[in-house]
């Protein structure tokens, strides 16, 4: 799933600009607990604007049993400045 997804973002955004990855390119059973072992497993973009894609792998373990999800993060800067805003109506 994380490499169908990558392929559409290199396809949309180009090649990502931060790179974590090592060689897993098909499920082993072994290959998660190298995953979950990394403190990234991933990829991101950003353009000139400092808005940011990151694309990543998490791996959590419950009884020797690895469970890995796909997530991706969007942030852009005028979402930002309006949470940051949020947060000092709130205060």
Known sequence: MYLDVKSKMIEKYGSPVVIHENEINTYHGGELRKIAEMDVYGCGW?????????????VEEMDFI??????????????????????????
């Not at 950003?46 to 998490?58: K, V």
């Not at 690895?66 to 991706?72: E, I, M, P, Q, W």
């Open 66 to 91: 690895y469970f890995a999800s796909v997530r991706v993060d969007i942030s852009n800067n005028s979402s930002v400045e309006k949470s940051r805003e949020n947060v000092l109506d709130d205060m």
């Open 46 to 58: 950003t353009d000139e604007g400092l808005n940011r894609i990151s694309l990543m792998i998490t």
